[in-house]
């Protein structure tokens, strides 16, 4: 089969990497299709000679990659590891499977692996770190090539996964955007609802990193969660599956409960659920509505037609908090969008599913600078305009800190890099007028003549004024500029003194 051209692009993008002797993350948006990505990778490895190891955490994702592969050309050669799936297969060419399983078993694997690619990298911890399985992996094979797939290239903890000391991946070769397949089609937009009597946080500790769960737990009442069912027979009646997140198997199943005694027919699966896979068949074949879960269907779960999203599960990872929202970004026939019923004030503490990328902008000192993929949370809550019990929230937006503006003018100005002597860089500055009717000037810089990541975010630019090729020459690029469409409207952020535009709509 074919690729869409954004994942040949990305594949191109990641052999540029690798030509270039770097170990290369790949970001694609959550139902993207990065399982077909990495089949193009292995088969390319595979038609080359070399070997792959294809890992990661979920034994459900590497069905996934393994049927991908046979969709886009075949598994010859292609054996699955795998004690979840009953296999124990090592591959002529290569092999997939889980990293439990892998890590238990490295002897009986080849001696020499040309490239280890992990999907959901996000998984993958910092090299100094206590975590044994990936580490051991990667130094087991320290001459392979390590390849991350994810659509959140960053912890909680030490932030990118591909930038500082101690990451396995050095660069970010291509990242593919949520509003990038939204607006091609290719994905399903979001749209949000926050309560106004969202879960009490207030005194509860964090516990490496994030919410203490005995705490929150104590937090959710039957009182207060049935309220939560009402809000969602109110605002969701006709909607068709229901996705909710609890933060512990019993508010997990306290809500399925719930759920049923108020006409929703639901249930709910966790980690040590024996009928879980039995339980996920019946609510995909439509026996019952509502599925509420503890910690297993935040990453790697693909069920297309979910239309819910109910979140119930504060969180302070960004990384978490986005990819429990990709569940519901793909497109289903019917499926005009899911709805986002914040609960938990992730909406509010983390913004919108596009909140990772990354803008670069240059500061007056002529460095070249990228915004943190994940700011530290602030404690500080925004206000909001409550309406009736619940208020909208755009769960698209880039940051829960932006704000839309209309667009005046754009002017395109050529500047000289001092990080990088002889390059150049092109800066877009839009003239804005604010909801309240201030003036003001945001930027954002299209770095025609630089390489790797920086370069793939100039593409973006350029293809969202359809434009699919562009000059390398700062000046050139700029001459190109004033024939091409301006968009309506931007969203900005403020990032210290500077306004830095952060999604356009045309």
């Known amino acids: 089969m074919n690729l869409r051209d954004y994942q040949t692009r990305a594949v191109e993008a990641v052999l540029d990497s690798l030509r270039r002797g770097k170990n290369p993350a790949c970001a694609v948006a959550t139902g993207g299709g990065k399982s077909l990505i990495a089949a193009a990778l292995v088969d390319r490895f595979r038609s080359r000679g070399g070997y792959t190891i294809l890992v990661t955490h979920n034994r459900t994702l590497v069905s996934q990659n393994m049927k991908a592969l046979r969709r886009y050309s075949n598994d010859d050669g292609v054996g699955v590891f795998s004690a979840g799936l009953n296999s124990a297969v090592v591959g002529e060419h290569a092999t997939y499977g889980t990293i439990q399983t892998i890590y238990r078993n490295l002897e009986k694997l080849p001696r020499e692996v040309s490239a280890i690619i992990v999907d959901e990298a996000q998984a993958v911890a910092h090299k100094t770190s206590d975590a044994k399985m990936y580490n051991t992996l990667m130094a087991a094979y320290p001459e392979a090539r390590k390849i991350g797939l994810t659509a959140t290239p960053f912890r909680l903890d030490r932030g990118v996964i591909y930038s500082g000391e101690g990451v396995h991946f ?3 070769a291509v990242e593919i955007s949520v509003m990038e397949l939204v607006q091609a089609g290719f994905l399903a937009p979001l749209v949000g609802l926050s309560a106004s009597d969202k879960l009490n946080l207030e005194g509860v500790h964090i516990t490496n990193g994030d919410f203490d ?8 009442t039957e009182d207060w969660l049935g309220s939560v069912i009402d809000k969602v027979k109110e605002f969701a009646p006709d909607r068709k599956a ?11 199943e306290l809500a399925a409960k719930l759920a049923t005694e108020r006409g929703i027919l639901a249930e709910y699966v966790h980690g040590g659920d024996d009928e879980r896979e039995s339980r996920l068949a019946r609510w995909e074949a439509g026996e019952f509505k509502l599925m509420a879960n503890c910690q297993i269907l935040t990453t790697g779960y693909d069920r297309p037609d979910i239309d819910v999203i109910v979140d119930c599960a504060p969180t302070e990872s960004l990384g978490k908090h986005i990819q429990k929202l990709g569940r519901g970004t793909r497109i289903a026939p019917g499926k005009k969008n899911c709805l986002v019923i914040d609960v938990s004030g992730n909406l509010d503490r983390l913004g919108g599913i596009c909140v990772g990328m990354n803008e670069v902008f240059e500061q007056s000192s002529g460095d070249l600078n990228r915004v943190s993929a994940e700011p530290k949370p602030k404690k500080e809550k925004r206000k909001i305009k409550t309406m009736k019990e619940l208020t909208e929230l755009d769960p698209m937006m880039a940051d829960p800190k932006g704000f839309r503006a209309k667009v005046l003018d754009v002017q395109y100005i050529v500047i000289n890099s001092r990080q990088q002597q002889g390059k150049r860089l092109l800066m877009v500055s839009y003239s804005c007028l604010t909801e309240r009717g201030a003036l ?15 370069l793939e975010q100039a593409a973006q630019w350029f293809r969202r004024r359809g434009e699919t090729s ?6 050139a690029a700029r001459t190109m500029c004033w024939g091409l469409p301006i968009p309506r409207e931007v969203t900005i952020r403020k990032s210290g003194k500077y306004l830095n535009v952060l999604a356009e709509t045309f």
Do not use: H, M, Q, W
Request: overall charge negative.
């Open 170 to 172: 050095d660069e970010l």
């Open 213 to 220: 769960t005995k705490e929150v737990d104590e937090r959710i």
């Open 242 to 252: 229901i996705l909710l997140f609890a933060p512990t198997v019993r508010a997990a």
């Open 440 to 454: 003001l000037d945001a930027s954002a810089f299209c770095c025609v003549e630089y390489s790797g990541y920086a």
């Open 470 to 475: 562009f000059p390398r020459n700062a000046e």
